[in-house]
């Protein structure tokens, strides 16, 4: 029988993992808070575009060896210098500096996205104790609860002067303490050998750069880098719904900030923890998955076809926030599916960093090419956003069957006759 979430030593790893996600608020400050970022930096569409895909360029190597990385070294010594990293970069860019500095780090916050497979790594292991869906459903809460805290605090307190380059500065010190002080919480708390016991550690001193031969040979690999891909392709399109919401329906910018905010943290937490329990009690996340891309999809059509009047504004909130809800249902899809298919231990990490790979040349690509067609299309800019966000809807749904077809006709099964793989 599965055990508590909340229990000794197993609460403290879950909650300690949890946090150390935090280190992605880093970037999230761009995207969650775009406009005020923007202003604060004074900074164009096309330029957020360019240093977000920047930042998707420099982590395409870096996936691959973080994933290789916590399958030969431990994993938690692996999260904790990824997030100390992080909180370090954190601490030049609340200088503020130009634009030119800005590329120099979302380059090197790359080590935000080392922190990625060696926290799979760890949550796998602790779901052999507790359960996939209320695992990832839990620490996601709880990392979503905390953030949205530091994120809400600030905006309401200072409402349209967050956007004041002092402000901001001040902001993002907030934040480069707090995971400065998660990754020192990691090296002194976490309790990695109580993972290890639990989840058969997961590690090889026999790994190597061939590893990457094998996991793309495996089918499941192919299908947690569609998850991945539409995962994070809608993501990064939702980052623009709040300019939308402040250019086309002339919603202010306090409130618009406000609301972003509420939907990507505290909406986000409640939504996580009930797509885990949904999960669990479905028994399949692929399942699951494809029930809340259909409400994700119904709500964007909505917003496209909603006329680009002012008076539509309270509409437009009200959709926005259940599209919020509904997506972030699925906010551990592609990490609840690594633990239902299962790859061997030793490959995990290297298997994650490979499809982190074909996420990061979406990303790159999105991020471009919608900063500048908002750039070149401020109305019409929104539209095409949208229609991309709904097109990679579809393909996640078709993802979420193609994985029940996968389980349900054991290929998993035939897969392992491949035999230098699976041992």
Known sequence: MKKSVFSGKTARNLILLGLSIMAYDIIYLATVLYVPFQKAFDLTNTQIGSLLAINSGASIACHIVSGWLCDRFSPKKCLVISVLASSLTAFWMASMPDYGALKIIFVLLISVNFVWAPYIKCMRMLSAEIGSGRTFGTAAMIEAAVSGVLFFVPVVWMGGRIAVRENFSRLILIFACVVLAEGIALALFLDYDALAEKGGGLTSSAASIKNITLVAKMPETWILLLINTCYYGVMTEMTYISAYMNQVYLFPLAWTTVLIVADRFFVRSAAA????????????????????????????????????????????????????????????????????????????????????????????????VSGRVLDAYPVWGFRIVTLISCSLLVLWIFAGKLLVKFQDKGFKGRSSKNKSVRN
């Open 273 to 368: 923890y009930l797509g885990g329990s949904i999960r669990d009690r479905i028994g399949s996340v692929g399942k699951s998955m494809g029930i809340a891309c259909v409400f994700t999809l119904i709500c964007y059509m909505i917003l496209l076809l909603m006329p680009e009047k002012p008076k539509y504004l309270p509409a437009v909130v009200f959709v926005s926030v259940v599209l919020f809800f509904s997506y972030y249902l699925n906010s551990n899809a592609a990490n609840v599916a690594v633990t239902e298919l299962a790859p061997p231990g030793h490959l995990t990490g290297t298997m994650i960093g490979f499809y982190s790979v074909c996420t990061c040349f979406v990303n790159m690509g999105l991020q471009t």
